[in-house]
């Protein structure tokens, strides 16, 4: 099965078990700020519409209680290394800057055939931290000037 139509199921069959009809989704989401019809969530779930936006899709997890990050990957949002969400908020010229400061910084510790894949994955974590971190501190001193 392929992974948005795995994702469409997950919605759907998620929605019917919690007893949650579309349109209270709808309103649900309207209360969230999201502008999403009940006709749009049913030619979704039934395959008509393709694609769905990332806020959508967060606010529809959110309300069934679905893993946000593990539906973007569903939805091609999210590569399956790409687990954080800040992800999708970045310009294209931001992404290539944190993909190069996380090339520059990781590339010594993925040559060390010493170091395990757990370790590997927490270096990345925290690099991908540290640069979010260093873009909210630079937002933080534009916004005092």
Do not use: P
């Not at 395959?47 to 679905?66: C, H, N, R």
């Not at 973007?72 to 993909?99: C, N, P």
């Amino acid at each position: 099965m392929e992974d948005k139509e795995k994702l469409r199921k997950i919605i759907k069959d998620t929605r019917l078990q919690k007893n949650i009809a579309r349109d209270k989704i709808s309103e649900l989401l309207k209360l969230k700020g999201i502008k999403y019809a009940e006709s749009s969530l049913s030619r979704y779930e039934n395959g008509i519409t393709e694609s769905i936006k990332a806020e959508v899709l967060k606010g529809i997890s959110e309300i069934l209680g679905l893993n946000v990050v593990e539906m973007y990957k569903l939805a091609g949002l999210l590569s399956e290394k790409e687990d954080d969400v800040r992800i999708l908020g970045l310009t294209k010229r931001e992404k290539a800057q944190r993909q190069k400061f996380l090339e520059d910084n990781a590339v010594f510790f993925f040559n060390d055939e010493n170091v395990s894949e757990e370790d590997k994955d927490k270096l990345m974590l925290a690099l991908n931290n540290a640069y979010f971190r260093s873009k909210e501190i630079k937002r933080d001193k534009k916004n005092k000037k």
